[in-house]
């Protein structure tokens, strides 16, 4: 019974949304704006959710939600266009799919392959929106047990992973990026005793670093810096006929598109990752479990599908994370709670006490933006291609003035300026020694989490310790970091290396004998 009253609680969202032609025709928008995004290199799905988080401060929730969780869906199928038609990933979460889509291109299978990753996306969305409905209410539930301890670590456990997770080389270059962002929340008056911290006399710096002008600054100004100087020219698309894929093609990949939608939950739902290591990750998986691994790189149409399901479901996994604990699962759906915040709206545990249908509102439109993403990218998939033969240098200044306009509307205050553009070459001059932004990012939003939970609990525990090893949750969090941190160290992974090995060799001397 308890079944049938969330599915029409769930219904009834998609009527209410559906009901509203305003919602359909941003719905439509946005998905298209976020197509364009993920398709034009140097345009992320992060930069579009934090330029279009801006324009929707005057709208009401609802609305805002269908504008941002659209052009988020759209931006990440987006990337798939430009991947296979010019072997340029327009988003990070596309750039396995170049390894394939664009050979399947070079032998005219573009259409087929551009058919088959539209549907399978829409297909992993839907199936990341069944895990938000059945797992986030779980998960909120489960963290009402939460003490300020757990906050705090469970924010510290986002900052790391992250900064494990995200870095090229050496893990410790994300974890300084996740502690820069973290100690850049700390400006500004505490939450608890209202005192000035590293405001330098500031009165500007009193209320904090605003979330929106460091995550624009943060992802934007790298982002142009990067097409002006290297000055990519657009691409020449390979022409392509039939798009629409047959069922019988569908059915074949079927198992493929469950096991990269199940990946993609899986990754987005550990904090600050995101769907470029899902894309990744789903085509190794793919890889290891084809009968003909061989063929992979030479233009291997499960490979593509692998990949584009996996980047699309993990949009549903981010969403876990962010409305049931307040921690984003991916830079997209840190823009996303930065966005949230503005509308007055605070994921985390009471979120289903505070707005008992939000969830389920959530779970509506990633249902109706999968639809329209699937409708949109067969229709005008010929027409949206040619956006790709505009040189990037061409977009980057219209780019810059949204990111001033973006910043500055928030509160008509100038400062935000003078904030954006240090964060964003701060930004740049790490992406540029390969330290992550991601994790700076995440300890930017998850900072005043930790820090205003660690003082409170020292102020309950009158400066103790110690009641954070007393706690089953706490502790299992203390031992999963430390395994985490000490995972990175050089003779850890020699031993596990000399242990992983020992036992391949026993058991293959057992089979010979």
């Known amino acids: 019974m308890f079944i049938f ?10 009527f209410y949304l559906i009901a509203n032609p305003i919602n359909v025709f941003i719905l439509f928008g946005a998905v298209l704006l976020g197509i364009i995004f993920g398709a034009m290199p140097g345009l992320t799905a992060t930069l579009g959710v934090a330029l279009l ?8 929730t609802s609305t805002s939600l269908v504008a941002l969780l659209s052009i988020y869906v759209g931006a990440i199928y987006g990337g798939s266009y430009a991947s296979i038609l010019i072997n340029i990933p327009g ?10 889509g664009y050979p399947l291109a070079c032998q005219g299978k573009a259409g087929k392959a551009l058919g088959l990753t539209t549907t399978a996306s829409a297909i992993g969305t839907l199936i990341g929106m069944l895990f938000v409905i059945t797992m986030a209410p779980l998960i909120s539930a489960f963290a009402l047990n939460f003490t300020s301890f757990e906050f705090f670590l469970l924010a510290f456990f986002g900052i790391i992973i992250s900064g494990t997770l995200t870095s090229h080389d050496l893990a410790y270059k994300g974890w300084i990026a996740g502690f820069l962002g973290l100690f850049m929340a700390c400006v500004g008056r505490d939450q608890l005793q209202f005192y000035p911290r590293f405001t330098f006399g500031l009165n500007e710096l009193d209320g904090g670093l605003e979330v929106v002008p460091v995550l624009i600054g943060a992802f934007g100004i790298p982002q142009i810096i990067q097409v002006l100087k290297d000055k990519v020219a657009g691409g020449e698309a390979k022409r392509f006929q039939r798009i629409l894929p047959e069922f019988t093609e569908i059915f074949h990949h079927f198992p493929d598109i469950i096991r990269s939608s199940l990946i993609g939950v899986g990754i987005g739902a550990i ?19 084809s009968k003909h691994p061989e063929r992979f790189g030479k233009g291997e149409i499960s490979a593509v599908i692998s990949a584009e399901t996996a980047n699309n479901s993990c949009i549903g996994g981010a969403m876990i994370p962010l409305l049931s604990l307040g921690v984003p699962g991916s830079p997209p759906a840190a823009m996303l709670l930065g966005a ?5 709206i605070q994921p985390g545990p009471m979120l289903t006490f505070d707005h008992p249908l939000f969830i389920f509102q959530v779970a509506a439109i990633l249902l109706l933006a999968s639809f329209a993403m699937w409708i949109t990218g067969m229709l005008l998939a010929k027409q949206v291609i040619k956006v790709l033969r505009i040189p990037p240098p061409v977009f980057m200044p219209i780019i810059a003035v949204l990111c001033i306009i973006g910043s500055y509307s928030l509160g008509l205050r100038i400062f935000n300026l003078y904030l954006m553009v240090p964060v964003g070459i701060l930004a740049y001059f790490l992406t540029e020694m390969e330290y992550p932004i991601a994790p700076l990012v995440i300890g930017v939003i998850l900072g005043p989490m930790a820090d205003a939970n660690l003082r409170r609990a020292l102020m309950v525990s009158k400066g103790s310790f110690l009641p954070m090893f007393t706690r089953p949750v706490s502790l299992i969090l203390i031992l999963v970091i430390l395994l985490m941190v000490v995972s990175q160290i050089s003779w850890f992974k020699i031993f596990t290396k000399r242990i992983s090995n020992k036992m391949f060799s026993r058991k293959v001397n057992k089979n010979i004998s």
């Open 340 to 344: 949230l915040m503005l509308h007055g």
């Open 91 to 100: 988003t990070a979460a596309a750039a396995a799919t170049a390894l394939d």
């Open 53 to 60: 988080a801006t324009l929707t401060y005057g709208m009401d």
């Open 271 to 289: 904090p600050g990752i995101g769907e470029d290591i899902a894309g990744w990750v789903s085509y190794g998986a793919a890889k290891n479990s």
């Open 5 to 14: 009253e969330q599915l029409f609680v769930f219904f009834q969202q998609i």
